[in-house]
């Protein structure tokens, strides 16, 4: 698992093959802590999730045939 920056790491080299900057790193850490208090329970897997979504739907990651 890991720490919370270590995860957003990870998912950022999984995602786009690069490292987020530190301003995406510290936008990624502001948005967990932003979720719904019901989400804010166990692992935060709902929380994690939302995430996932977020950056799978940045322009950066869209690409054209």
């Not at 530190?22 to 995430?51: K, M, R, Y």
């Amino acid at each position: 698992p890991g720490t919370v920056r270590e995860r957003i790491i990870r998912m950022y080299e999984s995602a786009f093959t690069r490292p987020p900057t530190e301003t995406e790193l510290s936008a990624c850490v502001e948005f967990l802590q932003h979720q719904p208090a019901a989400q804010a329970t166990g692992d935060n897997i709902p929380a994690w999730t939302d995430l996932a979504h977020v950056l799978f739907n940045v322009k950066e990651f869209i690409f054209l045939n």
